[in-house]
Nanobody, 126 residues
């Protein structure tokens, strides 16, 4: 089993930045594709970004392209989401997710991920 714990959320003004971290435990996830999703109040959870085990493939949702970056430090079993130029519409609970050990290709669908964190709240004030 893989446990994921997110951190780094908080309250920030529009235009500001935050960096989310997701630390994995239980197994080494260096070969797992990892993803970030978010869920705003009253809305369904949506894809934000993902990263392959090798960090070569990094798809992003159109809404965050050019503002968010994703990276990973396999030595620390950690994935990061750097969020810049934040907007009020980025307000949501952000979830980290991991695919299984045989799935190193990042996907944009929730159902392709096997492990999920509890989420961290990001609130962007206008």
């Amino acid at each position: 089993q893989v446990q994921l714990v997110e951190s780094g959320g908080g309250l920030v003004q529009a235009g500001g930045s935050l960096r989310l971290s997701c630390v994995a435990s239980g197994r080494t996830v260096s070969r797992y594709a990892m993803g970030w999703f978010r869920q705003a109040p009253g809305k369904e959870r949506e894809f934000v970004a993902a990263i392959s085990g090798s960090s070569v493939i990094t798809p992003f949702a159109d809404s965050v392209k050019g503002r968010f970056t994703i990276s990973r430090d396999n030595a620390k079993n950690t994935v990061y989401l750097q969020m810049n130029s934040l907007r009020p519409e980025d307000t949501a609970v952000y979830y980290c997710a991991a695919r299984g050990p045989s799935n190193a290709t990042p996907r944009t669908r929730e159902r392709d991920y096997d492990y999920w964190g509890q989420g961290t709240q990001v609130t962007v004030s206008s």
